[in-house]
T-cell receptor
Framework: SQQGEEDPQALSIQEGENATMNCSYKTSINNLQWYRQNSGRGLVHLIL?????REKHSGRLRVTLDTSKKSSSLLITASRAADTASYFC???????????FGPGTRLSVLP | GAVVSQHPSWVICKSGTSVKIECRSLDFQATTMFWYRQFPKQSLMLMATSNEGSKATYEQGVEKDKFLINHASLTLSTLTVTSAHPEDSSFYIC???????????????FGDGTRLSIL
């Protein structure tokens, strides 16, 4: 069963704008991770947020986690055309289950 | 950072052929590696968890006789798609965790994937 559910499924913005993607999950987690995938490539780890953290930053990325709502958001500020990719959240369950990936958000940043 | 190498990146072969895909952790030891399958514009579906020195754990619905997994060393896992047919065409991705860095709160490190096309 799918744990993480991203929304929107697809997002198209202009270069320089901010992009926000959301992820919801169902069970208790150790941490939540965001990954990026360029077309036809493997996944690149972006950021990990632990269950006791509420917000984390890395460069132009900002991730929030609300464990009461079982949701997370990924904000990419000042987007660039090179940010065009699919973004996935994945949850690391408390109960030893393996990573479960959401369906992903396909982000298109137009120059 | 941790690097996972997956080979080959692209395979085209005839129906009935068996295809082996290798996944190597280059600068860390991976007691556990994961194999995923991904269809176009879809998310990753976990196929199996590969444990060094023991049998792989397959997810429900994945045929273990069809997708043979071997994890003979701490740095290498292989996935063999046996007697491949067109419906096995897909993008296969492996990943590994560096458990020496701690069992939890560690990211997975992914290979670049293998695009398998069965004619």
């Amino acid at each position: 069963s799918q744990q993480g559910e991203e929304d929107p499924q697809a997002l198209s913005i202009q270069e320089g704008e901010n992009a926000t993607m959301n992820c919801s999950y169902k069970t208790s987690i150790n941490n939540l991770q965001w990954y990026r995938q360029n077309s036809g490539r493997g996944l690149v780890h972006l950021i990990l947020i632990r269950s006791n953290e509420r917000e984390k930053h890395s460069g132009r990325l900002r991730v929030t986690l609300d464990t009461s709502k079982k949701s997370s958001s990924l904000l990419i500020t000042a987007s660039r055309a090179a940010d065009t990719a699919s973004y996935f959240c994945a949850t690391d369950s408390l109960y030893g289950q393996n990573f479960v990936f959401g369906p992903g958000t396909r982000l298109s940043v137009l120059p | 950072g941790a690097v996972v190498s997956q080979h080959p990146s692209w395979v085209i072969c005839k129906s009935g052929t068996s295809v082996k895909i290798e996944c190597r952790s280059l600068d860390f030891q991976a007691t556990t590696m994961f194999w995923y399958r991904q269809f176009p514009k879809q998310s990753l579906m976990l196929m199996a968890t590969s444990n060094e020195g023991s049998k792989a754990t397959y997810e429900q619905g994945v045929e273990k006789d069809k997708f043979l997994i071997n994890h003979a060393s701490l740095t290498l896992s292989t996935l063999t798609v046996t007697s491949a047919h067109p419906e096995d065409s897909s993008f296969y991705i492996c990943s590994a965790r560096d458990f020496m860095a701690g069992a939890y709160n560690q990211p997975q490190h992914f290979g670049d994937g293998t695009r398998l096309s069965i004619l």
